[in-house]
Structure formats: structure tokens, C-alpha cells
């Protein structure tokens, strides 16, 4: 079974310039999160949601950021405009609703903005 | 706030066991502990959960405390590959899901 696909892997972008990442989560998964991971850091979750629905987007900086979940399933995290301070690696993880369940993450896209 | 707080870094020499302490003092009766590793350019990796028994899996073992209040992953034979990240986690219940709320974990150095 294929995990948490994300893509692209790597992206280099100048500031001001919007970026999207996207997400494909395990099959089935309900929950989705998507996290952000600065240099040394523990991952910082942005986003969570239940099916379509974004249940927390607390952490989120609305003025830039934004994301959707279209039919409950695949998902896209953008920035727009891009700022020095956005690089860092974006994590996708999904979860199943179970109450024993794990979340699974993947390998997420590195983002750099020059 | 992440619930839990974790040592900076440990050794290990390999083929030892290696033990990772974790304490989560403010602890729900309902929330779960997670273990997660991070290798290098990876995304983290699940390795074992538990509520209040010990648990065991392929990959490690999982000591919670009585009292819930701090907990232990073992490694029992610890490899050059398992250098990693360690994050100890309380699963928060909240808006009807979980969410995982990360620190900034142990890093394991294994040393050959």
C-alpha cells in the first residue's frame, strides 16, 4: 500500500513568487495535517483537517497561507507571496479516525526561498 | 505547547539497548503516547503508541509508567541506523480529531 505522497520533493523559489505543495494521503485516511518543520526544529502543525472539513487552522498564518481539501482526499498547501522566512520543509500526514490510530507522514517538500 | 519534555541528546553504543525518557506530567487519562523518529531529509516515522500497558512491536517497546506521567522507548538492539530524531508525543483530542503536537525531541546518536 502506498504511503503519504507528496510533491514536488524539492522547490526553489524568489520571494514574492507564490508556491503550492501537494498531497495525496493513504486511502481511506479521514484526517489530514499538514505541518511545517523549520531547521532544527520539531514539525509545527498549520492546518488539520476531518474530510473536507478544516477542523484547526489556528496555526496558520491566513495572510499568506491558504489550503484546501477538495473532496476530501488529496490536498494543496499554497503561499502567496513566498517570504525568506517561509523556507523550511512542509510535512503531510494522515491519520485514520480510529482512536488508536496512527498518523502517517511523508517525506515532504523542501522549500527554499532565495 | 508540546506536553512532554525530552533530553537533547544520548549515545548508544551499538548492539546495546537504548533508552529514551519521556516525561508528560499534565497527561489526560484519554490521551495516548506516540513515539516518532525523524531520519535525516526524512519525513517521521511511527514506531509504537500506548494508553497505559506496556506495549511491544517489531521495532521497540514502549514503558508507561503507572501513574502516566512519563514513559520509556527501548531499542533493545540498537543500530548505526537508528540515529534519529526521537519524538515523544501526547495525542491531543480536540474538534472531534487528534492532533500531534511535536517538541523538539532526542536526538540518538548509535555509536559503532
Known amino acids: 500500500e502506498a504511503g503519504v505522497v507528496q510533491s514536488p520533493r524539492y522547490k526553489i523559489i524568489e520571494k514574492k513568487q507564490p508556491v503550492a505543495f501537494w498531497c495525496n494521503p493513504i486511502s481511506g485516511h479521514n484526517t489530514l495535517y499538514w505541518y511545517r518543520q523549520n531547521l532544527g526544529q520539531g514539525p509545527e502543525l498549520l492546518i488539520r483537517y476531518e474530510n473536507e472539513e478544516a477542523v484547526d487552522d489556528s496555526q496558520l498564518p491566513k495572510d499568506r497561507f491558504s489550503a484546501e481539501r477538495l473532496k476530501g482526499v488529496d490536498s494543496t498547501l499554497k503561499i502567496q507571496p513566498a517570504e525568506l522566512g517561509d523556507s523550511a520543509v512542509y510535512l503531510c500526514?494522515?491519520?485514520?479516525?480510529?482512536?488508536?490510530?496512527?498518523?502517517?507522514f511523508g517525506q515532504g517538500t523542501r522549500l527554499t526561498v532565495v | 505547547d508540546a506536553k512532554t519534555t525530552q533530553p537533547t541528546s544520548m549515545d548508544c553504543a551499538e548492539g546495546r539497548a537504548a533508552n529514551l525518557p519521556c516525561n508528560h506530567s499534565?497527561?489526560?487519562?484519554?490521551?495516548?503516547v506516540y513515539w516518532y523518529r525523524q531520519i535525516h531529509s526524512q519525513g517521521p516515522q511511527y514506531i509504537i503508541h500506548?494508553?497505559?500497558n506496556n506495549e511491544t512491536n517489531e521495532m521497540a517497546s514502549l514503558i508507561i509508567t503507572e501513574d502516566r506521567k512519563s514513559s520509556t522507548l527501548i531499542l533493545p538492539h540498537a543500530t548505526l541506523r537508528d540515529t534519529a530524531v526521537y519524538y515523544c508525543?501526547?495525542?491531543?483530542?480536540?474538534?472531534?480529531?487528534?492532533?500531534?503536537?511535536f517538541g523538539t525531541g532526542t536526538r540518538l546518536k548509535v555509536l559503532a
Open positions: 499534565t497527561i489526560s487519562g484519554n490521551e495516548y
Open positions: 508525543i501526547v495525542r491531543v483530542a480536540t474538534s472531534g480529531t487528534y492532533k500531534y503536537i
Open positions: 500506548g494508553l497505559k
Open positions: 500526514a494522515s491519520s485514520s479516525s480510529g482512536v488508536s490510530a496512527e498518523a502517517f
